[in-house]
């Protein structure tokens, strides 16, 4: 029981899912009779639920992706597994497949508000004891706990996006990452295979916005605090509506939000923001009635965090003092002359 307690403390010593999701793998891995670990990722496309691994060994290492997971090569439809399909229609704790050719899996579904997106699977060569059992799923209870305080520390109370420190943190790691792919040539074949493919004239990038509520203080002052608040919320599932699920909603305090857009084309980004905008436009918010908002973007391939986030925010700056209600472009409010270039300074850092 030792190793399994020194794991346990190692495992609940990340503050990050995807590496906690490697140490919980890594500590089943170690239980005799274990032949196999990976972590499912369990996601919907155009309607069809499909799976595809998220952690699995390979070459006796753990390895994760964090590509898209709607495009990746390796997704199957989740009817191909069929005892976990009916698991996760029924909010079941766990499914056992028919053994086959020596092979008995497990399958443990990781739930949290009622949605699940993560399941772990674990493969033995014979089948599982009522001890085996047990002891898995202490291990896996743990690691669901600690997985749901973990989200709970990274989500904002009031709507449940994520929380301003999230975006800190996962901001300044998503443009690391997308510097190291730029200067890196052995990482190009990589991003290219992860990403959708892109129209030949349009690249496929990243985007930031920056979401803000037209004159929300009215909103408070006329109808009150608890109602600006119903705003809030009502506004964070509508960005929720409006956005795939490999993109990033963070609420970055008090009626602003913040978009990250992965592995789209420019012309999408503005489709699918201004889409937003139309649908917070013809909401009826209870008792306020209409309210709209105002929105600047910016591709983050270019700058440290600190630059493409002051870019986001002069062009929401102009949007708002040109009527408010609409998307703006950083890149075409520089082009057109409308604003100057903010000059580059790495000297700032506020991450
Ligand atoms: N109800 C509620 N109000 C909030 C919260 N956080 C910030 N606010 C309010 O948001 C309002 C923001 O007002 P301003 O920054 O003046 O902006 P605005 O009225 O939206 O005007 P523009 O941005 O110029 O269109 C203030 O009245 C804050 O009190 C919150 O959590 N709940």
Redesign the pocket.
């Known amino acids: 029981m030792k190793p399994i307690l020194q794991n346990l403390v190692e495992m609940t010593g990340h503050r990050d899912h995807l590496r906690l999701e490697v140490s919980v793998l890594s500590t089943l891995q170690k239980l005799s009779s274990i032949t196999e670990v990976r972590a499912l990722e369990l996601f919907t496309d155009a309607g069809v639920p499909y799976v595809r691994p998220r952690t699995w060994v390979d070459n006796g290492q753990l390895v994760s992706t964090d590509s898209e997971a709607a495009a990746d090569p390796r997704r199957e439809p989740l009817d191909n597994y069929p005892a976990l399909r009916g698991c996760v229609d029924t909010h079941g704790e766990s499914a056992l497949a028919s053994p086959r050719k020596g092979r008995y899996v497990l399958w443990l579904p990781v739930w949290m508000h009622d949605k699940v997106s993560t399941c772990l699977e674990i493969t033995q060569s014979r089948p599982f004891s009522a001890h085996k059992l047990d002891v898995l799923m202490g291990v896996f209870q743990v690691y669901q706990n600690y997985q749901s305080l973990l989200d709970y520390s990274e989500r904002d109370a009031?709507t449940g996006l994520f929380n301003r420190k999230t975006f800190d943190e996962q901001f300044s790691r998503h443009t690391m990452s997308g510097l190291a792919s730029r200067t890196s040539a052995a990482n190009e074949s990589l991003v290219a295979d992860e990403s959708p493919v892109a129209n030949e004239h349009e690249p496929v990038q990243q985007w930031l916005a920056v979401v803000?509520?037209?004159?929300?203080?009215?909103?408070?002052?006329r109808f009150g605090?608890?109602?600006?608040?119903e705003?809030?919320i009502l506004i964070a599932n509508i960005l929720r509506s409006s956005f795939r699920s490999h993109d990033r909603i963070f609420r970055f305090?008090?009626?602003e939000f913040v978009v990250l857009l992965r592995s789209t084309t420019l012309s999408t980004a503005h489709k699918v923001f201004n889409r937003f905008r139309l649908a917070v436009q013809e909401y009826n918010f209870p008792q306020v009635g209409r309210v709209t908002v105002?929105l600047g973007f910016v591709c983050t391939t270019k700058g440290s965090p600190v630059e493409i986030l002051g870019q986001a925010d002069q062009a929401l700056y102009y949007a708002?003092e040109h009527g408010?209600n609409q998307v703006c472009f950083y890149d075409d409010l520089v082009a057109n002359g409308h604003l100057a270039a903010k000059v580059a300074n790495d000297d700032v850092e506020l991450f």
């Open positions: 009031l803000d509520i037209d004159h929300f203080k009215q909103v408070n002052d605090h608890l109602y600006g608040d705003v809030l305090g008090g009626e105002s708002k408010r």
